[in-house]
């Protein structure tokens, strides 16, 4: 994980901070939950990716020398200035868990805390859960497409600079196996795979020659591009020579790799020549502008593909580029609060609350949940958020609460979940929701409503509101 400081931010966060320090609002208690209002990609489901991130850096956020030095020339006064130096995060943090599924208009995540450290971590949380979770989301379905064959993220040279970093990290809670990403497999223990560029090859006179000294120097580790002149002409035939070299020195080729052209076309004859080769046990990988839409459709042709090695469509999360999750006051100064808006969709839900998550008894999620009060018990019902009269009956089934506090007191109360224990756990919950919220056309719309509370709380807020305009 990248050290960021606490100047990672907007500048308004720091500048409205300075104004509740000097207004003696410093200690003043605030909610902030984090949520979205759309699943990406028209899809029915968002991976909750990069809470352990998140929570690392929260840890340990400070203002360095360096940050003070600038915000004294931005013109902060001393006193504030002395503030911040001894800034740090001491609220609570109550959160789903990472890896799980997550939908419009329910709180994912919940930070309580003296006001102004509450909203001088809003700009890090909303870069770091945002960009995670969609990069995990689209991950998860090239999974679905890809069933068990490997997915091996080739984002790194297609990402939003840095970004590719942490993107490494959301693919593989969404199901991706390995990295290109020398980097982030270092940092977040992800396995690090490869194969050769073109410019490799391009680099010999002759394709077998660079074969050759590619299976000469890695044996133990070798793919072989075969489409930089003639797929089925030059880079298979050649492939295979090598490979049957390979053999005599005992080793055994791992793979050829396609990059252009009808992969499944090639993939299929690739695959035949192989076999005739005696070389069956040699694996197909493909690249070139895959997604799920692409892997889906090749392995419905029949290609036998075995690994799917994805850059620009993982790392930019195309065609959607962001998940639009936001972080929106719901109280403070002992009351809960509200922003109103012309649709009521849009108007956030007040209060500390509650998420619950409906279960079959079978486990299998049931398709709805219900956002309550903390304060009360597991709702029987819940109310359409924006529908007047439109409720569900929710008596009978089990009820999963879905926030708990991840950290107190600025402290982690959780032992940091590893990377592959997180995609077991995401893996898992994606088992559990049935088909139809994870088809890619028209999924259908997973249902979150409100607590008969939490409902009369928004209400009698709106009217208040609405009556002293
Ligand atoms: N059999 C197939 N079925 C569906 N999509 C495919 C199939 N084969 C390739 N594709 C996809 O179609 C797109 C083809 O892109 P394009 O035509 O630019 O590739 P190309 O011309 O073969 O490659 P390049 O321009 O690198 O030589 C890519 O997204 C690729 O993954
Ligand atoms: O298509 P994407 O999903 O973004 O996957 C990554 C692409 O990046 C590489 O191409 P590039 O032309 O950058 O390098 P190369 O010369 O090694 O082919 C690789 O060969 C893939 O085609
Ligand atoms: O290892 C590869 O084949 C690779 C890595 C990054 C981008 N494209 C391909």
Not at 144 to 169: I, K, N, W
Request: charge should be negative; charged fraction near 30%.
């Amino acid at each position: 994980m990248f050290d960021f400081t606490a100047t990672y931010t907007d500048q308004y966060q720091i500048t409205m901070s300075q104004v509740y320090f000097h207004r003696g609002m410093k200690n003043e208690t605030a909610i902030f939950d984090y949520f979205f209002r759309k699943t990406p990609f028209g899809g029915g489901f968002v991976v909750f990716s990069g809470l352990e991130d998140l929570l690392e850096t929260v840890q340990k956020l400070k203002f360095d020398d360096k940050d003070l030095k600038l915000l004294r020339d931005e013109g902060m006064d001393d006193e504030f200035l002395d503030y911040l130096e001894t800034f740090r995060f001491t609220g609570t943090v109550r959160s789903a868990r990472e890896g799980d599924l997550v939908f419009p208009n329910r709180p994912v995540v919940s930070v309580e805390a003296p006001i102004i450290e509450a909203q001088l971590m809003e700009t890090l949380l909303l870069n770091t859960l945002n960009y995670q979770s969609l990069i995990a989301t689209k991950a998860a379905r090239m999974k679905l497409s890809a069933g068990d064959r490997t997915l091996v993220d080739f984002g790194l040279r297609r990402a939003p600079g840095t970004g590719g970093y942490s993107a490494s990290r959301a693919a593989v809670i969404g199901g991706f196996d390995a990295t290109s990403n020398v980097r982030s497999g270092r940092d977040y223990n992800i396995p690090i795979s490869g194969t050769m560029a073109h410019s490799f090859v391009q680099r010999y006179d002759d394709e077998l020659s660079a074969f050759r000294d590619f299976a000469a120097i890695r044996p133990h580790d070798c793919v072989l591009l075969v489409d930089t002149y003639d797929t089925i002409k030059s880079g298979v035939p050649n492939a295979i020579k090598v490979g049957k070299e390979m053999e005599k020195e005992g080793h055994k080729m791992k793979g050829i790799r396609l990059d252009s052209g009808d992969l499944a076309w090639l993939a299929k004859k690739s695959r035949a020549m192989l076999d005739e080769a005696g070389l069956g046990y040699v694996k197909i990988a493909a690249s070139n502008q895959l997604d799920e839409h692409v892997i889906k459709s090749l392995l419905e042709q029949g290609a036998p593909i075995d690994f799917f090695g994805v850059g620009t469509s993982l790392v930019t999360g195309r065609p959607d580029a962001a998940l639009d999750g936001v972080y929106k006051l719901s109280y403070a100064n002992g009351e809960p609060r509200l922003k109103l808006s012309e649709s009521v969709e849009k108007i956030n839900l007040p209060d500390r609350k509650q998420v619950y998550r409906m279960l079959n008894e079978d486990g299998t999620l049931f398709g709805a949940e219900a956002v309550a009060l903390q304060s009360e018990n597991a709702p029987d019902h819940m109310y359409h958020p924006s529908e007047p009269g439109a409720s569900m009956d929710l008596s009978g089934l089990q009820k999963e609460p879905l926030l708990s506090e991840v950290m107190k007191d600025g402290e982690r109360l959780t032992q940091p979940k590893s990377l592959q224990e997180i995609r077991e756990f995401s893996q898992g919950q994606v088992g559990k929701l049935p088909d139809e919220y994870k088809r890619f056309e028209n999924p259908h719309i997973y249902k979150v409503g409100l607590s008969k509370k939490l409902k009369e709380v928004r209400d009698g807020l709106i009217s208040d509101h609405k009556s002293r305009i």
